[in-house]
């Protein structure tokens, strides 16, 4: 059965949507059930004309999305971690036809956020990148958040306390409230990354783990580095 004969059977003109179709053939199908009195040959050509419609519609369907994805660019993954998700990008990269490329973005950057470099794909066309933001040190990136693992003293969190996070927006005290529910977890309003196209700042979620026994916290150590030197002025000044 040709397609044109299908929607002769059904009553349907070459424009009918699905959901018209499928209407249809509810109709057609109800008036020839052979169970309620309908002719069973017609009964047959209603379903065989329904289900060339259906072919047909699912190959045009096909032919849709094969097109529309020919006519997207191709994109190469860029890439970066989240301190330059957060600063911006000034680095050499390579190319993946093997030139190296000095690239400057601005911060704010999001995953998945298009760069278009021009001219610079193989035959002098376009080349469209997507940025793809790696975990690293501790930082990641979800949205427009930056999380970033932090160890604490196993006392602090039990107890609560003051610790000094290195964020990328620079050190913070920050305050750890007694018995913090497990898993862990502190927000730092407005310290994600930065607005940028049509994305609000985002915030900086600390993840708290308990340093591994005779771990010093960097907070820590700054301190006992300060004590140390403050000990050897004080020692200086009395000689």
């Not at 057609?28 to 519609?57: H, W």
Request: proline share 6%.
């Amino acid at each position: 059965m040709t397609a044109q004969e299908a929607r002769t059977l059904l009553g349907l003109p070459a424009s009918a949507s699905r959901e018209a179709t499928a209407a249809a053939f509810r109709t057609a199908a109800k008036a020839a059930r052979p169970d309620q009195g309908g002719d069973p040959e017609r009964f047959r050509q209603v379903i065989e004309a329904y289900r060339t419609l259906q072919r047909l519609d699912d190959a045009r369907a096909t032919v849709a999305r094969a097109t529309a994805a020919a006519a997207e660019p191709a994109c190469e993954a860029l890439e970066i971690t989240p301190r330059e998700a957060y600063a911006g990008l000034a680095r050499n990269i390579r190319l993946p036809n093997g030139r190296k490329l000095g690239l400057r973005l601005p911060g704010g950057l999001r995953n998945g956020a298009p760069v278009r470099l021009k001219g610079q794909a193989t035959g002098g066309e376009d080349l469209f990148l997507k940025v793809r933001i790696t975990a690293e040190d501790g930082w990641s990136v979800t949205g427009d958040d930056l999380w970033l693992t932090v160890e604490v003293d196993p006392r602090t969190l039990r107890d609560g306390g003051r610790i000094e996070v290195e964020t990328l927006a620079g050190p913070q005290s920050v305050w750890v409230p007694k018995g913090l529910a497990e898993p862990a977890r502190l927000r730092l309003k407005g310290l994600g990354l930065p607005a940028s196209g049509g994305h609000e700042r985002g915030h900086l979620f600390l993840k708290l783990k308990p340093a591994e026994a005779g771990v010093i916290s960097g907070a820590r150590e700054r301190l006992r580095r300060f004590a140390s030197a403050w000990a050897d002025v004080r020692a200086a000044a009395c000689l």
